[in-house]
């Protein structure tokens, strides 16, 4: 039986630990090896859906009840996601940032989230066209299955976030790792990806402060005042 730490310090320590691990995973292009080779898919979404979901998604992690969501955002906001450094981001918005510039480049396929959600086959035709793959009317609908939230709940395992909570709950909350399978919380799971979904339930402050943050590193580099304006003229192209 491992520690049992109170749940507003289990959001603490884990707000900061996913400082951590933001920038560790999410490196602007310039700093990834070999960002000039190859082919990419880059899927990005509405900046607070991505945000809230990720917010909503941890504190299942950490054991916290859907209470005072407005106050535990604004906290995860300030402390895990707005904060950068000079001019180098590690973080959603410095990675954004970094790839936009590339969104028409030949080796760089740029989806939104959205648009998957409205037109899954469509964007998957996208998808095997910029790889060259011939897709089958069999092939199609074998990739719709397989992309189902039916398909991808009947085999969590294969959609999990093991190496991003197995951390936690060892070095945080002192658990054994033969036992941490019984804590582990599904990526899938009913109301999550669900689009819009931040908007509704953030307060204006928070969402000021996202308008800001876009303001200062996003707009400068695609000349958008929002993340709906950029999808729009990404899709049309």
Not at 41 to 67: A, C, H, K, N, Q
Not at 68 to 81: G, H, I, K, P
Not at 124 to 140: G, P, R, V, W, Y
Request: glycine share 6%.
């Amino acid at each position: 039986m491992g520690r049992q730490l109170p749940t507003r310090l289990r959001f603490k320590l884990w707000i900061e630990r996913r400082t951590v691990q933001v920038s560790l995973l999410q490196k602007p292009r310039h700093l990834r090896m070999g960002a000039e080779r190859g082919r990419y898919i880059y899927v990005t979404r509405d900046p607070i859906d991505t945000i809230y979901s990720l917010f909503r998604f941890e504190r299942s992690i950490i054991g916290m009840v859907d209470t005072d969501l407005q106050t535990d955002f604004s906290e995860f906001v300030d402390n895990a996601v707005l904060r950068y450094k000079d001019a180098v981001y590690f973080d959603y918005w410095g990675n954004l940032a970094s790839w936009y510039p590339h969104h028409s480049d030949p080796n760089v396929l740029w989806l939104h989230y959205e648009d998957l959600h409205e037109n899954l086959e469509r964007c998957i035709t996208k998808i095997a066209n910029f790889l060259d793959i011939s897709l089958s009317q069999e092939l199609m609908d074998l990739v719709l299955e397989r992309s189902s939230f039916t398909y991808m709940s009947s085999n969590i395992r294969k959609f999990d976030d093991r190496s991003s909570q197995i951390p936690f709950h060892i070095n945080i909350l002192g658990r054994q790792l033969e036992d941490i399978d019984s804590f582990l919380t599904p990526k899938v799971r009913l109301g999550g990806g669900t689009v819009g979904q931040g908007k509704h339930n953030i307060s204006k402050s928070t969402f000021d402060k996202f308008e800001s943050v876009w303001d200062k590193v996003i707009k400068p580099v695609c000349g958008f005042d929002n993340y709906k304006q950029m999808r729009v003229f990404v899709g049309d192209k």
